[in-house]
């Protein structure tokens, strides 16, 4: 199995991140699913490889208030580097904090919308910026996909906690969300890049997780529950 693959499918969510920061060559990673009730997240959730001083200072100083990059991502869904955020002063204090701890400012953040309404940022960051816009390019369309598997992985854990369900992989999740559009194995197997074999066995995985006796129950569970 592939290592960004591995990554994503066995290990939880702050695993994943903490593996995809030494894989994509970045210094830190953070991945935060946005407070939003409406959605059914009470909760911000947040995965990140910055060290704990920070997020406690961050935390004791309500920081996420002023930080900029939550603010962007409120107002917008396109990707952004961080350099071309506008600050407020609050927010520019955030940022002279941020170097105080030696993170590094040089950044770059996805958003990510599923159908509930739920929405994440994803962000990667270096201490310096030489190649920077290039070292992003190469792994944009990576990111994308790196930034829904998370995202998945992240919604199953937090309805896991809430439900009392058990956890799907990513993968799972979306055979199963290409299931309930009506799509067969081979065509499942054509937009995954899987092979049938593989594309059945996530299914049946699903399927035994949800404790279901059939794949069209195992859909509707996953339905009904918004993992899907």
């Not at 990510?112 to 369309?141: C, F, Q």
């Not at 598997?149 to 979306?174: F, N, Y």
Request: net charge negative; with cysteine; charged share 20%.
């Amino acid at each position: 199995m592939p290592p960004l693959t591995t990554a994503l499918e066995e290990n939880s969510t702050a695993d994943a991140v903490l593996n995809l920061q030494g894989l994509l060559k970045v210094d830190h990673l953070t991945f935060h699913i946005l407070n939003n009730p409406s959605a059914g997240i009470d909760n911000p959730f947040v995965r990140t490889t910055y060290p704990e001083a920070w997020v406690s200072h961050y935390l004791l100083n309500s920081y996420s208030a002023v930080d900029p990059v939550l603010q962007r991502a409120h107002s917008s869904d396109e990707p952004f580097f961080w350099s071309d955020l506008t600050l407020t002063p609050e927010a520019e204090q955030l940022m002279e904090q941020f170097g105080t701890f030696d993170l590094g400012k040089t950044g770059y953040s996805l958003i990510h919308t599923d159908a509930h309404g739920r929405k994440s940022v994803l962000s990667i960051s270096r201490r310096d910026d030489a190649g920077w816009a290039g070292h992003v390019d190469a792994l944009h369309d990576m990111l994308v996909q790196i930034h829904a598997d998370l995202h998945m992985k992240a919604v199953s854990e937090i309805i896991a906690d809430t439900r009392g369900l058990p956890q799907l992989a990513p993968r799972e999740c979306e055979c199963l969300r290409f299931t309930s559009q009506g799509k067969t194995y081979s065509e499942i197997a054509i937009i995954l890049d899987l092979s049938e074999h593989t594309v059945r066995s996530y299914l049946k995985l699903a399927r035994v997780k949800l404790n279901c006796v059939s794949l069209a129950q195992a859909v509707a569970k996953a339905v009904r529950y918004k993992i899907i």
